[in-house]
């Protein structure tokens, strides 16, 4: 079955520290991934997402992700984290079949502390 | 990035009413959008899926005589939530679709509330 995994409902980081969401999934084929960002009472906005190509995609406010082919995960990163990158964030991942549609994990509650 | 808008963003109604929510890609044509439903501290629940001309395709559990979906053109696609219950009160978020590779730009979200 096609599926995302978000391990961690939430991740505490100190302000100025490396930040890592992690995400894995599960799908047949070549996978389409997205990383979108939750601000509270707001719509998803779109981070990145890893189509073909470089492994390491690198999107808006200074996030990147890594995509894995062999351990299936497409962790976000950030290399100093900002307490206004305090947020939920989904991973989501295309399924390229019959429904075609985005699966999304159950997303993670980044706290960033300052 | 591509915008797509919703209104209203907020919406309060009697039980009883029904509520038209509007979702708009501003600058892209959308053959495909889709409603989801987003209850506290949860991810999105796909509602339905709506395509340009054609009916809409709805998630197993989701009532399609409830919520109504028109997708009269590329960039506007519209959920109306008939009779509604305070059940239905909950956070409605419409995303849109560009072509490949198929990122999907999602609306502000309507918080609706049924009284």
């Known amino acids: 079955a096609q599926s995302v995994a978000q391990p961690e409902d939430q991740v505490n980081v100190a302000e100025g520290n490396p930040l890592t969401v992690k995400c894995t999934y599960s799908v047949s084929g070549n996978p389409y991934l997205f990383w979108y960002v939750q601000y509270p009472n707001r719509g998803l906005q779109f981070l990145l997402k890893y189509i073909t190509g470089d492994n390491l995609v690198k999107g808006s406010y200074g996030f990147e992700a890594e995509f894995n082919k062999s351990q299936t995960s497409f962790h976000l990163k950030k290399p100093s984290a900002l307490v206004s990158d305090s947020a939920l964030y989904f991973c989501?991942?295309?399924?390229?079949?019959?429904?075609?549609?985005?699966?999304f994990g159950k997303g993670t509650r980044l706290h960033i502390l300052p | 990035g591509a915008v797509v808008s919703q209104h209203p963003s907020r919406v309060i109604c009697k039980s009883g009413t029904s509520v038209k929510i509007e979702c708009r890609s501003l600058d892209f044509q959308a053959t495909t959008m889709f409603w989801y439903r987003q209850f506290p501290k949860q991810s999105l629940m796909l509602m339905a899926t709506?395509?340009?001309?054609?009916?809409?395709?709805?998630e197993q559990g989701v009532e399609k005589d409830k919520f109504l979906i028109n997708h009269a053109s590329l960039t506007l696609s519209t959920l109306t939530v008939t009779s509604a219950h305070p059940e239905d009160s909950s956070f409605y978020i419409c995303?849109?679709?560009?072509?490949?590779?198929?990122?999907?730009?999602f609306g502000p979200g309507t918080r609706l509330t049924v009284l």
């Open positions: 709506s395509n340009e001309g054609s009916k809409a395709t709805y």
């Open positions: 989501a991942v295309r399924v390229m079949n019959r429904d075609d549609k985005i699966i």
């Open positions: 995303s849109a679709r560009e072509t490949l590779p198929g990122t999907q730009y």
